[in-house]
């Protein structure tokens, strides 16, 4: 009997983008989080863990949400109409649900301690920043064209603005020496390299409050970088995604504010993004939302955000909460003041332990400086205490080199997403170690 | 300012399909505020079920409260869960729903499922892992009209158009994939894989063993990738039962070879479950390397843990969900037929169907051209004057004028009657003008022709025939021995059409709608062209008679049974 050959069959291609690694997940922003997951730190059962100290979430207020769902059920249950449920359930409008996007908005300005408005009719809703980042770049810039984007930067930028879109990254580099403000002379200087490089610059990124600094851009600075995308005609983006986590109100300025000020004059180049994830700890809910001064934008994005549409009974709910004044009044000072708390707490203890952090006023996060203690003042130095860090302390925390940093030896500390308790572990962990490393230190020159 | 996808087409916003839920917005029917307003036919929904899950949600109010079986509070896990690999418990629940749907003749690994926001979402992601900008994708026509946004706006590849054909039953053929192919070729662009929707949006037919096994064998041939978007798997309400092609693999001992790892399944809750809202979708592949790209994309289209919670409570009550699928499937059936019977009483005759939540109308017989410019002049009347919003084949790049597709889940059952009723007032309308245009062209040709006529007769011509006689009562006998008081002029159109009938039906009547051969059922085109002039034949009928005569019911199925009925009412009548 005859065998018959099969001949074997070869993979069938994948995508460019399917296979390049734009994704950015081989960073060590990352890696450190494996470590983490391997063996997760708990209190009782393995309190010689590590300790997660590079996720940025905001468990510090979870108290005041439940207490809200507890009074008030029927928004989690389609409120009392009968058809509720089938109404809801069949909604999938991307302009989004009226009364959510106006709860929004008017959240969007209660945050802001009413010092900016904000209109319902250009809220375009979308699962998550992440996701309001790469569609708005999809809608501003053509593949091969730049944006700019002030170093450090979160690490998720690199593929939320770079892997499927086709755009590039071209850093605005931001120095320690000058507390890492944006500079218009470091604005020209990224423009320039880009347009060196044959790159069409379409516009400008940022992130007020600062990810990974935790600290806002003063007004002086803002007004710069809006000067400059004028000068250029290009677009702005400010992702305002941690402007609820600001410890004193009155330290933010909105771009929004800026624009008003200015009476919206030439704001269509201007877009914010923002996201609930942060500000009421909910990034499982995926809430996110391109807010543009400019129509086509808005118009365009909406039918985008098809691709990515908020789940309809998340709407409804958060419809409900941020609608209701009181408690987003109540919420937004209470989580204000225990997330200084918590900054102030964290600083101390390190200023104990002999570490010096960016005098910061916002986010979930502190800009810790370890380059005193770097071998030598390099990527790889960075990396290496990164390491020991990681696996001596067991902490993980994010080296700031995988935030585009340029100096070396700056880390990123977040101190929101654990309890009071485990912040302590993680202090006295971080105090042992430094009163360790320089007594070997002093040995060592002696 | 922006970029080139803001001023490109490709969100295809300005199709017809887009147009006219336009239209229905700024006029939504309402059976007490706008009982004149245009009825919504074109959406694809499923609204026949909701009272299963609201029943469900009433006994189980845990999930809605963020709380576990034991009564312990889960909202905190859900607010933090951001994890792209979806939640666990959801995951498995959604496989074992989706292996119940087939049967349970196929079973899902939940490490190979990928959620996303909708199928909506999952589609243009599977797009992104496979195709480089400027690939294309071969898709069978007709087609849902949302796929040129979904697959080619932002990703940049092209689709080049499968033909299928009416003449087949628009079944997929190997011709037609070869040709489709060659196309892509002679326009420069890399074939990356083929695009299947089954059962099929907009036919509501599932893909017959035939084709599906065409599909695997052309895609192994050409080495290319090939995606089942298997949304309406659970709206499968007939005969032939469906299958799924990771079945087709199994049965072909296919499963752990590389063929098996270019195929990938598109699914959704928003057809089967009627949860548009939720956004779940989800895409199935055996190849790790596309869930590992998928996933990773995810990221920018998660679905709220919320709804992930909710539905994983939902869909791991078994008993809940059997009893779910089989009363949604009965009461498409018994929708879906109602429809069926209802156009076929105006003369209209649909693609026989066994899934979805349309049918694929015929209304060929309507155009004043077989043109698509007819076709858009059809679907204005019927949009503006008629007051229905239905989908245009040209919408959904049919190669045919002439075919629509018409929802028929996404309204109560009153509803539906009154979109039926304007239907046959439509027909009827259209068959009047038509009559009364025929007589305005004798009359002008013999005007020494009386203008009256007995008060129950219309005057009724499908043809060019001559009619000399004069315009008189007389005295005739049909072949089945009635004596009908017929101007004689009428009769001998009649006389045409019931010989041709008879004498065809002599011929036929022992052969079905379907011919089987080698198993497979294939439409009889004779029968076809034959039932096509039957219909046309009762339609004259059915239009000739008064108020009084339709009283009786006349409403049969083909012309002899209405000439049989109209003898054994009026039999005593003669004049």
């Not at chain 1, 494996?34 to 010689?48: C, R």
């Not at chain 2, 299928?164 to 040709?179: H, Q, R, V």
């Not at chain 2, 009893?323 to 005759?349: A, F, P």
């Not at chain 2, 199925?557 to 009548?573: F, I, S």
């Amino acid at each position: 009997m005859a065998i018959k050959i099969v001949k074997a069959q070869p993979p069938v291609e994948l995508s460019k983008i399917a296979v390049s690694e734009t994704h950015g997940e081989n960073s060590p922003y990352f890696a450190g989080w494996k470590a983490y997951d391997e063996n997760p730190y708990h209190e009782k059962h393995n309190p010689h863990g590590v300790i997660q100290m590079g996720l940025a979430e905001n468990q510090v207020s979870f108290d005041l949400l439940e207490e809200y769902l507890a009074s008030n059920q029927e928004a989690a249950s389609w409120g009392k109409k009968v058809s509720g449920f089938r109404e809801n359930a069949l909604f999938q409008d991307y302009h989004g649900l009226l009364t959510f996007r106006k709860a929004m908005a008017s959240f969007m300005e209660q945050v802001r301690g009413g010092k900016a408005k904000f209109d319902p009719e250009r809220v375009v809703l979308t699962a998550g920043a992440t996701a309001a980042n790469e569609l708005l770049t999809f809608i501003l810039a053509n593949p091969g064209d730049a944006l700019l984007v002030p170093t450090p930067y979160y690490p998720g930028f690199d593929r939320d603005l770079r892997w499927r879109t086709g755009v590039e990254i071209v850093p605005i580099h931001c120095e320690s020496s000058n507390k890492f403000q944006i500079t218009p002379e470091a604005l020209e200087s990224a423009y320039d390299h880009a347009r060196s490089m044959n790159m069409k610059v379409r516009g400008v990124l940022i992130t007020n409050p600062s990810n990974p600094l935790g600290a806002t851009i003063q007004r002086k600075f803002l007004e710069q970088i809006l000067d400059f995308v004028t000068r250029k005609n290009i677009h702005l983006v400010s992702d305002e995604i941690y402007s609820g986590s600001v410890f004193h109100s009155d330290e933010f300025v909105s771009i929004a504010e800026i624009l008003e000020s200015r009476n919206y004059q030439d704001s269509e180049r201007c877009h914010i993004v923002y996201s609930l994830s942060k500000d009421l700890g909910l990034p499982g809910f995926r809430v996110g939302t391109v807010y543009s001064y400019n129509n086509q934008v808005v118009t365009t994005a909406r039918r985008m955000s098809s691709f990515t549409l908020i789940s309809s009974q998340t709407q409804f709910l958060l419809a409900s909460m941020l609608s209701d004044k009181d408690f987003t009044e109540k919420y937004i000072k209470i989580n204000r003041e225990r997330l200084r708390k918590r900054y102030e707490m964290i600083v101390n203890g390190l200023k104990k332990a002999g570490i010096e952090c960016l005098k910061g006023n916002a986010g979930l996060f502190c800009w810790m400086n370890l380059s005193p203690y770097l071998k030598e003042a390099t990527r790889e130095g960075e990396l290496e205490i990164w390491k020991t860090i990681m696996e001596e302390v067991k902490l993980n925390i994010s080296p700031g080199s995988s935030c585009r940093c340029s100096d070396a030896g700056w880390f990123r500390v977040c101190f929101a997403n654990m309890s009071e308790e485990t912040l302590e572990v993680a202090l006295t962990r971080l105090y042992e170690f430094m009163d360790r490393w320089r007594r070997d230190r002093h040995v060592l020159s002696m | 300012m922006l970029s080139a996808k803001v001023t490109c087409n490709s969100h295809g916003q300005d199709s017809s399909y887009f147009l006219g839920w336009e239209e229905y917005e700024k006029n939504p029917y309402d059976d007490i505020n706008n009982p004149n307003g245009i009825i919504q036919m074109g959406l694809a929904e499923n609204q026949l079920s909701f009272d299963l899950l609201e029943s469900w949600l009433q006994k189980n109010p845990e999930p809605l409260a963020f709380k576990k079986h034991n009564n312990q509070s889960t909202f905190k896990d859900l607010a933090l869960f951001q994890d792209y690999h979806g939640l666990p418990a959801f995951k498995n629940a959604l496989v074992r729903f989706m292996s119940e749907i087939r049967g349970n003749t196929v079973s899902f690994d939940p490490n190979n499922l990928v959620l996303t926001a909708g199928a909506t979402s999952a589609n243009e992601t599977l797009m992104f892992c496979l195709a480089d900008p400027g690939d294309a994708i071969l898709i069978p026509t007709p087609y849902y009209p949302g796929f040129d946004r979904d697959l080619k706006w932002r990703t940049g590849a092209e689709i080049v158009p499968i033909h299928c054909s009416s003449s087949n039953g628009f079944k997929i053929t190997k011709p037609a994939l070869e040709d489709a192919y060659k196309q892509a070729e002679k326009q420069n662009l890399k074939v990356k894989g083929v695009l299947v929707t089954n059962p099929s949006n907009p036919l509501g037919t599932s893909l017959s063993l035939h084709e599906l096994d065409l599909l695997v064998n052309f895609i192994t041939t050409k080495n290319i990738h090939l995606i089942s978007d298997e949304i309406y798997s659970g709206t499968v309400f007939s005969y032939p039962c469906f299958t799924s092609i990771m079945e087709v693999l199994k049965n072909r001992n296919l499963m752990n070879t590389e063929i098996a790892k270019r195929v990938h399944i598109v699914y959704s809750l928003s057809k089967d479950l009627g949860l548009p809202g939720f956004r779940i979708g989800a895409i199935y592949s055996n190849d790790e390397r596309v869930v590992s790209a998928a996933t990773k994309m995810s990221s920018f289209g998660l679905i709220s843990s919320q709804t992930q919670y909710l539905l994983s409570e939902i869909l791991s009550d078994h008993l809940f969900t059997k009893n779910y699928l089989s009363e949604n499937r009965r009461r498409l059936r018994e929708r879906h037929e109602k429809m069926v019977k209802s156009l076929q009483k105006s003369g209209i005759r649909c693609l026989q169907s066994n899934s979805g939540l349309f049918c694929w109308v015929d209304m060929r017989h309507l155009l004043s051209s077989e043109t698509f410019e007819g076709e858009m002049e059809l679907w204005s009347k019927i949009v503006y004057e008629v007051g229905l919003n239905i989908s245009p084949g040209s919408s959904c790049h049919c190669s045919e004028p002439g075919w629509f597709r018409v929802c028929f889940a996404n309204m109560s059952d009153a509803t539906l009657d009154v979109a039926m009723q304007r239907v046959k007032s439509f027909v009827d309308s259209i068959v009047k003008k038509n009559i009364q245009s025929r007589h305005q062209q004798l009359l002008k040709r013999d005007s020494r022709r009386s203008k009256s006529l007995p008060k129950w007769v219309f005057e009724l011509s499908f043809h060019q025939r001559e009619v000399g006689d004069e315009l008189k009562k007389d005295r005739a006998l049909n072949p089945c021995g009635l004596e009908v008081a017929y101007a004689s002029w009428l009769w001998k159109i009649i006389e045409y059409y019931h010989y041709y009938i008879f004498r065809s039906f002599r011929h036929h009547h022992n052969i079905g709608a379907t011919i089987a051969t080698t198993g497979v059922a294939v439409g009889n085109h004779a029968f076809q062209k034959w039932q096509e002039n039957d219909q046309l034949a009762l339609l004259l009928v059915q239009s000739s008679l008064n108020e009084e005569a339709i009283d009786e019911d006349l409403s049969l199925k083909t012309y002899r049974g209405a000439w049989k009925a109209l003898e054994a009412a009026y039999n005593h009548n003669l004049i």
